[in-house]
């Protein structure tokens, strides 16, 4: 199971920073990844990281401002947000993908493992 934590609400230019942390198997080979939905919108990726770190993706929006980082012996990925915007308000999942050839998908169906969400809200 994946259990995501560090939402909450913040002004607009402050930061907050997500962890989504592993349970019950080893996320080692696995590519892990943020996602996030905003009401009346499609669930859609923030940023993911190959299983190695070597290989990164960011949504155009966030590039500059979010940070994606795991820690393979904790089992935990992260999500650093900076100079947040309140278009960066939504509910933010992470995702998990067995690949161990680093392979780094950006749609939802590439990923098995989901975690429960947790609320960012950024207000103007």
């Known amino acids: 199971q994946l259990q995501a934590s560090g939402g909450g609400l913040v002004q607009a230019g402050g930061s907050l920073r997500l962890s989504c942390a592993a349970s019950?198997?080893?996320?080692?080979?696995?590519?892990l990844a943020w996602f996030r939905q905003a009401p009346g919108n499609e669930r859609g990726i923030v940023a993911a990281?190959?299983?190695?770190?070597?290989?990164?993706y960011y949504e155009d929006s966030v590039k500059g401002r979010f940070t994606i980082s795991r820690d393979n012996a904790k089992n935990t990925v992260y999500l650093q947000m900076n100079s947040l915007k309140p278009e960066d308000t939504a509910v933010y999942y992470c995702a998990a993908d067995w690949a161990p050839r680093g392979r780094v998908g950006v749609g939802s169906d590439a990923y098995d493992y989901w975690g429960q969400g947790t609320q960012v809200t950024v207000s103007s």
């Open positions: 019950g198997r080893t996320f080692s080979s696995y590519t």
């Open positions: 990281i190959s299983w190695s770190g070597d290989s990164t």
